[in-house]
């Protein structure tokens, strides 16, 4: 039910998005419990890897639909108004 409301967000978005990368689809393993417990320090410590985005919060999730918007794979539709 809801990939009919995605195709048709797509399709009423103004200007209409053609091709998004973005997907309601979810394979099983996108979805199964992976059960992994630690601070990543190890990981830093090893490849000097640091995270963009520091937190996990509305503004971060904002400024990533911002981003999708500026590529043209977000639907412009009065169903999100950041």
Same mark, same amino acid.
Request: zero cysteines.
């Given at each position: 039910m809801h990939m009919e409301g995605w195709t048709q967000i797509l399709q009423n978005s103004n200007p209409p998005v053609l091709n998004s990368p973005l997907s309601? =689809? !979810?394979?099983p393993y996108q979805i199964d419990k992976h059960g992994f417990s630690g601070?990543? !320090?190890k990981?830093? !410590?090893?490849?000097? =890897?640091?995270f963009r985005k520091k937190k996990f919060d509305v503004t971060t999730v904002k400024e990533v639909i911002e981003s999708f918007r500026k590529e043209g794979t977000w639907p412009e539709t009065s169903l999100y108004q950041g």
């Open positions: 309601p =689809y !979810a394979f601070d990543g !320090a990981l830093r !410590a090893v490849t000097a =890897y640091e």
